[in-house]
């Protein structure tokens, strides 16, 4: 999350490597494609904004029918983070690199009971079978 330019070729690389998910690209408005909208004044409208984002869809928006994972940088970290703590039902884990965020949210907070889970913890869906041998 905060603008995809960040990630160069990255999500096709991600992508690649984990068969049958799905990886979008979210930018936050004033960033990326969405540069000639103005910035929110907080981050939970930022956060509210790319949560929209990730539930549109081709027929219009969706509610999340599955907890998603969040690999996010600066800025697009701290909004991960807000997700996590006001919505932690959508969310199955998050990698966030460079929050930038020290002392607002603790990850205890954004995941109650998985402390771990939410700084470091991303799993990819679906679960491969075993290789032979």
């Not at 690649?16 to 408005?29: F, H, K, M, S």
């Not at 599955?66 to 800025?75: E, G, R």
């Amino acid at each position: 999350m905060r603008e995809s330019e960040h990630w160069d070729d990255f999500p096709q690389r991600f992508a690649q490597a984990l068969p049958g998910a799905e990886v979008r690209c979210l930018d936050l408005p004033g960033n990326g494609e969405h540069w000639r909208l103005n910035s929110p004044p907080n981050l939970r409208e930022a956060m509210e904004f790319a949560r929209r984002e990730a539930w549109e869809t081709a027929d219009g928006p969706t509610a999340p029918q599955t907890p998603v994972y969040l690999l996010s940088i600066s800025m697009g970290s701290m909004a991960a983070l807000e997700w996590a703590s006001r919505y932690p039902q959508e969310i199955a884990g998050a990698v966030l690199i460079n929050t930038s965020s020290a002392g607002s949210i603790p990850s205890t907070a954004a995941c109650p009971g998985a402390a771990g889970r939410c700084c470091c913890a991303f799993s990819p869906p679906p679960t491969r079978p075993p290789a032979n041998g």
